[in-house]
């Protein structure tokens, strides 16, 4: 989902205006039948911003991560729209499922 930082808490929004605090919030579910292994996530922003994560610990069969990333534009004037992300696990045989892409509204 997107939204906003408010006060440290998520707040869903699909709008977003200069000065906001934008925020990502997304789930990370291991679908498969093995530990994965240490994972990274990439994430693409508006206006070409990345964001490549450090690693991330071990997710079991079925355990879930739950991540929100934020980040704040002083001019949302003519951005992108489309946030992009990515999880890259080591040897994982099934990287089909390990991306999204988001659209989000920008006002003046």
């Keep these: 989902g997107v939204g ?3 006060d440290g808490v998520f707040v869903p929004k699909a709008t977003f205006s200069t000065g906001d605090t934008v925020a990502l919030r997304f789930e990370v579910k ?6 994965s292994g240490d994972w990274t ?3 693409v922003l508006p206006d070409d911003l ?3 994560s450090g690693a991330q610990s071990s997710l079991m069969p079925n355990e879930r991560a739950l991540l929100t990333a934020s980040f704040e534009f ?4 003519g951005k992108s729209t489309t946030v992009e992300g990515r999880v890259a696990t080591p040897g994982d045989t099934n990287a089909t499922n390990n991306s999204f892409d ?6 003046n």
């Design 4 to 6: 906003v930082m408010e």
């Design 30 to 35: 291991n679908i498969g039948t093995k530990v």
């Design 74 to 77: 002083e001019d949302v004037s």
């Design 41 to 43: 996530y990439a994430l």
């Design 102 to 107: 988001w659209s989000v509204g920008i006002s």
């Design 50 to 52: 990345s964001y490549v």
